[in-house]
């Protein structure tokens, strides 16, 4: 079988930076998340010891991108529109090595490229992948995650790989009840579930309110703060925990994943700070290791 990431003659190869995967199932977590399990040959080689993946998918009415090309330098060249695969950054949810699945949670409450992604893709859908890459978390004496319902694959995804004997507060905003899931975590670390209800997402205080009256730690203990979601929500508690709270810069991931008023495209080209060349770096390291990139060089 022809490996398409190695140019042949008169063909240059495709960009090494990505791997392509194809949709094997989705899955409905709740009403509104949606889950898409990845696979396929060029899943090998995928660590999962980093949060977030750069997602590439077709654009609608397109049934397959065009993938980028290797360019020079190990750049890569990207088709023009109209098949130029849209780009977005999503939390690797979960990884099953031996199963050869990967998960990808999609949030469907906005009308915005990712979302109807989501809801159109099926089995044999072909899906670019970068990374995984993005800040780590830091060990801590005492954790705190504060997110909305964008925030909740990557709240999971973390409360599921810290350690047995961890402690904390995660706090999580939701529409209602029905989007509530159940998933592992310490047994040591408080989680609440805020309903948001009627109200717009991004109107509501109740991330704020929460997290301004927990009790905080004792001095002696260090803490870690994970916060995600609306940009002046983040915005908002990031600031209290680094001023009022007096945390460590270093012991703060905060994040912003969209912003009220602004569309899901408009925030992405001017408020992703994830650069997507350290993402498609990770994937041409991994190769270098296994001693295939300079093979594609040919």
């Avoid at 077709?58 to 090309?69: F, K, N, R, S, T």
């Avoid at 950054?89 to 409450?109: I, N, Q």
């Avoid at 978390?137 to 599921?160: M, Q, S, V």
């Amino acid at each position: 079988m022809t490996d398409p990431t190695i140019a042949t003659a008169g063909a240059p190869a495709r960009f090494r930076g990505i791997r392509v995967l194809e949709v094997l199932r989705t899955e409905s977590v709740t009403p509104q998340m949606r889950r898409l399990i990845l696979g396929g040959a060029e899943l090998a080689g995928v660590r999962d010891d980093a949060l977030n993946l750069k997602i590439l998918f077709a654009p609608e009415g397109v049934d397959d991108p065009g993938w980028p090309l290797e360019g020079p330098g190990g750049k890569p060249i990207w088709p023009k529109d109209p098949v130029r695969p849209i780009v977005r950054t999503y939390t690797l949810r979960r990884f099953d090595a031996a199963a050869g699945e990967l998960a990808v949670d999609f949030v469907l409450h906005a009308d915005g490229e990712a979302t109807r992604f989501a809801r159109r893709a099926k089995p044999g859908d072909r899906v670019g992948v970068g990374g995984p890459g993005g800040r780590n978390i830091n060990p801590a004496d005492w954790y705190l995650f504060a997110g909305d319902h964008t925030a909740l694959p990557a709240i999971a995804a973390i409360l599921e790989k810290l350690p047995d004997n961890a402690v904390g507060h995660a706090f999580v905003e939701v529409p209602d009840a029905a989007e509530e899931q159940v998933f592992r975590k310490p047994a040591g670390l408080a989680l609440a579930w805020l309903h948001r209800n009627d109200q717009t997402p991004g109107r509501t205080t109740l991330l704020r309110d929460a997290v301004m009256a927990l009790r905080w730690p004792e001095a002696a203990m260090r803490p870690f703060a994970f916060i995600a979601g609306e940009s002046a929500t983040v915005r908002t508690l990031r600031a209290y925990v680094r001023d009022e709270r007096r945390m460590d810069r270093r012991q703060i991931h905060a994040i912003g994943y969209w912003r009220l008023g602004m569309t899901e495209n408009a925030y992405h080209d001017h408020h992703d700070n994830d650069r997507d060349e350290d993402y498609f770096k990770t994937r041409r390291e991994e190769l270098a290791a296994r001693g295939l990139l300079a093979e594609a060089a040919h």
